[in-house]
């Protein structure tokens, strides 16, 4: 089955840096967007980035100037570099991919585990 999985998590001082890393494996026939998702603890789930196949993106207002999404394709590996991380940043960072397995059928989300960030002094 296809699974994602993300690294690179951790705990900074606000304005620090941190660069998350979610490779995809399994059986995969292609890949459309990738996407970065966050919840924090009472909050909905909420997205953070976003990036096409074509690499055109799509970032929530929090994050513009701060954070980038790219993508390397042949890895089948999506990477959001935060810079300038803010307590408001502290969250589980979750790691979307929308897959097709095979060329006849839909493409799927697949999620990965989460990993912790948290910005604190």
């Known amino acids: 089955q296809v699974q994602l999985v993300e690294s690179g998590g951790g705990s900074v001082q606000p304005g620090g840096s941190l660069r998350l890393s979610c490779a995809a494996s399994?059986?995969?026939?292609?890949?459309?967007?990738m996407a970065w998702y966050r919840q924090a603890p009472g909050k909905e789930r909420e997205l953070v980035a976003r990036?096409?196949?074509?690499?055109?993106?799509t970032y929530a207002d929090s994050v513009k100037g701060r954070f980038t999404i790219s993508r390397d394709d042949a890895k089948k590996t999506v990477y959001l570099q935060m810079n300038s991380l803010k307590p408001e940043d502290t969250a589980v960072y979750y790691c979307?991919?929308?897959?097709?397995?095979?060329?006849?059928?839909?493409?799927?989300?697949?999620w990965g585990q989460g990993t912790q960030v948290t910005v604190s002094s």
């Open positions: 979307n991919a929308d897959i097709w397995v095979n060329r006849n059928s839909r493409s799927s989300p697949y």
């Open positions: 399994g059986l995969i026939f292609s890949i459309s967007a």
């Open positions: 990036i096409n196949r074509d690499t055109t993106t």
